[in-house]
């Protein structure tokens, strides 16, 4: 049972740190398509872990060793994962915003006219196209 939630664990773990490499690339695309797998992996270790506590068998000798590492490695994986996934999101933020701001009309400035003239901003960019 335990040797089932180990394997778990480094699926998980394996599944993270690709994850984790491509989101420290910002390799978003690929990042994306590697949350399916980290998912299943994820899914797949807690069903081991539930399986392993209603056992109530504790690891001892050189498989509590293997899976205080393990345990380890994941909280290591899973704080670095967060990071990357938090800086992610933040700059697809600022990436949107950018964009949402340049597709906003712009108001023309302020400047001198005589007395009772409106500045007028200048007319919108028109594009026309037809098939004879």
Not at 47 to 53: F, I, M, S
């Amino acid at each position: 049972m335990m040797d089932s939630l180990i394997l778990a664990g480094q699926r998980l773990a394996e599944a993270l740190r690709a994850e984790n490499e491509a989101l420290a690339k910002l390799d978003l695309p690929r990042a994306a398509t590697l949350a399916s797998s980290k998912i299943a992996a994820s899914d797949a270790f807690a069903a081991a872990y539930a399986a392993q506590a209603k056992h109530g068998v504790a690891p001892e000798g050189p498989v509590r060793q293997a899976t205080e590492i393990l345990t380890r490695r994941l909280e290591e994986l899973g704080r670095e994962n967060r990071r990357l996934l938090e800086r992610a999101v933040s700059l697809q933020s600022r990436v949107i915003e950018t964009i949402a701001s340049a597709a906003l009309p712009r108001t023309a400035p302020q400047g001198y006219a005589p007395a009772g003239v409106r500045n007028a901003a200048p007319p919108p960019a028109f594009a026309l196209s037809a098939r004879v």
